[in-house]
């Protein structure tokens, strides 16, 4: 490890306990180390606005940051053991390139307002790919409502209820991702506030250009008080592991629906032959692996909103646990971005068997519209029930699974999906 920022002299740095302190910190600064970078631009340029350096300091230091960020992107510069962390090897690099300028570029700030500020808009961008995502799968859903109704079974307890259809599926999937992009849109609102000009978390004597920066760096607000800016670590991360988690959630119920409905005893879909794998053993098989893990990317969602919720049995004020905080979110968003990624294309190009799903229609599926159309007729609901149970395994007699789903007009039902109206919501959402 080159030399430390902090070091005092006389105390010699013990080999273990540095790794202790490390740990995997360098490497998840690497997920950072852009923002890092473009935080400290602006940094740098609200330090020039109050005298603090020199407007050629600036140019120079501008130039020395964005050069950083490409010798990065390129692979040439590698972010290791041999930093502490991301925030002193950009400044070491600044004061190797340019001396003293360099030395001055951590004027009024802190590590800790340097990892808000990189995890900060390292999360905004998460979160906007989180809206993009659902955003796109729930285009899909919307279009393949609005395609073909063809009917299949719907079920409660996972057994047979009533006439159901894939549009009423699809257009119940559509209105569950577009309030999952809405949710991950507002907590991308919620969190929109710039920490950094917090310092250490007690703010600094300097009069620090704390709007420049807010400018600068996208953010809509300011996040004023440094003991909240500090408060608020983990606590933002929790809010985008949470609308994370909303959107998985549905994604882990989907996923489940096509497990089940591509098993031989089901076969009411097949998945696309690129998503399925074969078995290492059994020849015959074709397993729906990706849907699999879509379905078990939840877990690691809810996994990293666990470990940040643990950490932060804190008091108030910067505290070294919050380091462990950037793996959970670089796992659970990695994990569940991921999975959603990939859902769109799936969603596309999925098939119904018709055939099949036609047969697992029972006619004793039509008697909760038997009951209905009686009580329409006049007959008191509870007697028109009860007549329906001792005939419900002839209530399909004269009837089809198109005219139940045609008269299925409750608003969002099957005659009334009301995609106007979801479409509507969908291209207010646009990204
Ligand atoms: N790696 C540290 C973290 O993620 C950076 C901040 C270090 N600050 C400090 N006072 N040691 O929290």
Not at 284 to 301: C, F, G, I, T
Not at 333 to 339: E, P, S
Request: proline share 3%; hydrophobic share 50%.
């Amino acid at each position: 490890m080159s030399e430390l920022l902090w070091q005092k002299a006389g105390v010699r740095t013990d080999e273990r306990i540095m790794r202790f302190l490390a740990g995997d910190d360098v490497l998840l600064d690497r997920e950072f180390f852009l923002h890092d970078i473009a935080a400290s631009k602006a940094h740098v340029e609200g330090l020039a606005r109050i005298g603090i350096v020199a407007a050629a300091e600036c140019a120079a230091l501008l130039a020395e940051l964005d050069l950083l960020a490409e010798d990065f992107r390129a692979g040439r510069f590698v972010l290791d053991a041999r930093h502490e962390d991301g925030h002193s090897a950009i400044e070491a690099r600044l004061t190797e390139r340019l001396g003293d300028a360099g030395r001055k570029v951590h004027t009024g700030r802190s590590r800790n307002d340097q990892v808000l500020v990189a995890t900060r808009l390292w999360l905004k961008q998460r979160l906007a790919e989180l809206a993009a995502c659902c955003h796109a799968a729930a285009g899909v859903c919307l279009d393949r409502a609005g395609g073909e109704a063809l009917p299949m079974p719907g079920y409660t307890h996972l057994q047979r209820a009533v006439v159901s259809s894939t549009a009423l599926w699809f257009a119940g999937f559509a209105e569950a991702f577009i309030d999952d992009a809405v949710r991950a849109r507002d907590t991308l609102t919620w969190i929109d506030a710039n920490p950094l000009g917090t310092a250490a978390g007690y703010g600094v004597n300097l009069a620090l250009d704390r709007d420049h920066t807010t400018a600068a760096l996208g953010f809509t607000r300011l996040q004023l008080n440094p003991v909240y800016a500090q408060l608020s670590r983990g606590k933002f991360e929790i809010a985008a592991l949470d609308a994370l988690g909303a959107a998985l959630l549905d994604l882990r119920r989907l996923a489940w629906d096509l497990s089940l409905f591509t098993t031989a005893e089901y076969a009411f879909v097949s998945l696309p032959a690129q998503y399925t794998t074969g078995s290492s053993i059994m020849p015959n098989k074709r397993n729906p692996d990706v849907v699999e893990l879509m379905r078990a990317s939840y877990a690691s969602v809810a996994a990293a909103r666990c470990e940040i919720e643990q950490l932060l049995s804190l008091p108030s004020g910067y505290q070294r646990d919050l380091q462990f905080s950037k793996g959970a979110i670089v796992h659970g968003f990695g994990r569940g971005l991921a999975a959603l990624e990939l859902l769109p294309d799936l969603l596309a190009r999925l098939q119904w068997n018709e055939a099949a799903m036609r047969a697992a229609i029972e006619p004793s599926m039509h008697a909760t519209d038997v009951a209905i159309e009686q009580a329409v007729a006049g007959v008191p609901f509870r007697e028109a029930y009860r007549a329906a149970a001792a005939t419900a395994a002839s209530a399909g007699a004269g009837r089809t699974p198109e005219a139940s789903l045609a008269a299925r007009v409750s608003p969002g039902a099957a005659a009334n999906l009301c995609l106007p109206e979801l479409r509507e919501r969908w291209r207010r959402l646009a990204p």
